[in-house]
């Protein structure tokens, strides 16, 4: 069942209730309105009558053709009287009262007036029985009687009645519901097309129209434009992703190739160009498996992984590191700075490859002589991570794109040919996904300090966390 259906039929079950409620309280009050007058009409009748025949009476006298004349004379359209002696017998009835039922309830002089109802086929009688006393002594009973057939007519016409408007009201309720729920899930129905549209076609620059009210359609229309800027976004940069990665990866392949090449006609090449060849082989693959495993990093980072979350004591990550980077031998001096024990909350390995990236690049852009210094210092509640050293430093045109994918520096270029321009958004995905800030100061010709600023947790494993196994 449609959503427009749905909510029409709501509209209408709803009003039917109300309206039902309504009218069923109108007809029954008009009901009771009317069964009031009649009762009153009959009371009063029946006391009047009453009156006039007990004024009749003399006062040692018993009741008299004379006494009841106010009884045979009595004329009304509607109400007809009847008197009876105290054992019930007829004594005298109005004009209008031959052919009528007769109707009474129990004959007691100690029951006072009172109402009785009655049936004479299928018409409703009601009629006042009164007593009529002389002094303390019964003389008889009065009847006074009325038939309710037009009171019954007049109740199924009004019955009537309001069953049409409630049908007519509902029919127009439902026919307005539909209408206005048609109005108000027009926009969603855009979205649906739309957003069909987009999924069919991929189209992620289409938008959605935007939203006539500030309402929820809007707001809806508002979040879904800003989810196709990201996904737009996130799909241009996939696409950039995917065409660098083939790129830097045809690279390699075509030198392999053509190196491969070679070795497949050996006498054409002298021994000392034959191993050039394998070392230019074994070098290239080397640059393939740090490209493959830059980009599974990235991949991961992209898909969301989370690594463990363990504390980690950062002066041992530290010195592992510095162990990893010395084993590089690089003709660079390489020192510890600062080393305060401080503890982080992470993954080990992680924050291992951190620093080794950090240390690599500055190892690599540093030229021969140069220094390079890693350091752990605290500084307000944070655990400062260093990274400083003496070489090419970074232009200040270059710095806000050292972080890209693929991006690699003029100068880096020209210095070392081996690197991936995946380094850097490697560290600040691990950085940021330790809550951590990685930043960059650098001067040209003089050298660069990178900073890695994490949140600095207590090194007492607390419940929660386990501490790394030392590495
Ligand atoms: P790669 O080092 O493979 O080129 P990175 O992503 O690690 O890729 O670095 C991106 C760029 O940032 C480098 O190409 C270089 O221009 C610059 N860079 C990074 N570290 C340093 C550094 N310590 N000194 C000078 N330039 C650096």
Redesign the pocket.
Known sequence: MSLRLRLALWYTALAGVVVGTVLLAAFLSHSATLALEIDAQLHGVAQRAATRVVAGIGPHAGVTADSLQPITDFTDAEIWVRYFDPSGHELAESANATGRPVLFGPLNEDIPGHFVDGQDGSERLRGYVQPVRRGTELDGYLTATTSLVSVDRLNDRFALLLLAIAVGGLLLTAGAGGVVAAGALRPIRTIITTAQAIALGRGFSRRLPPAPHRDELGQLTRTLNEMLNSLEAAYAAQRRFVDDAAHELRAPITVIQGNLALLQAPQALGPEEHAQVLADLAGEVQQLGHLVNALLALARADAGQQGRQVVVELDAVLTTGYRRLRALNAPVELHIGALTPLCVRGDSDQLEQLLL??G???L???RPGGRVELGLGEADDAAVLT?R?T????PAD?LP???D?F???????TL?R??????????RWIAESHGAALT?E?QPGQ??C?TVRFPAISCEADADLPTAPPT
């Not at 991006?407 to 270029?413: E, H, L």
Request: proline share 2%; hydrophobic share 35%; net charge positive.
């Open positions: 990236i950090l690599e690049n500055a690599r852009y540093t990274v050293d070489g090419i430093g970074i270059e794109y050292i972080f994918r991006y690699r520096g003029g100068g880096a270029r070392r081996d690197g991936t321009g995946l380094g850097l958004p490697i560290a960059v650098s050298g660069s990178f």
